[in-house]
């Protein structure tokens, strides 16, 4: 009995950490200066896929390390 429900346990685990992952996730940048001396604040950004979707500057997404909500198209964006 308790090795089974140590097995459910695993399993859902690993499951969890699969949806997690799945989800996507964000990464912190250091600050740096930019080329024509512009200073760029450390700041966190979405990890990067194949979609403008999931960016924390497109609408309907909100930021959760600033609490500002996306105002960009994410069709528009580059």
């Known amino acids: ?25 964000s990464h912190g940048v250091k600050g740096y200066t930019k080329k024509d001396g512009t200073y760029v604040a450390p700041h966190h950004q979405t990890d990067p896929n194949s979609t403008k979707r999931d960016n924390y500057s497109s609408k309907g997404n909100v930021n959760p390390h600033t609490g500002k909500e996306g105002t960009k198209d994410p069709d528009k964006q580059r």
């Open 1 to 25: 009995m308790k090795r089974t429900a140590l097995a459910v346990m695993v399993g859902i685990g690993l499951a969890l950490a699969g949806t997690a992952e799945a989800k996507g996730g």
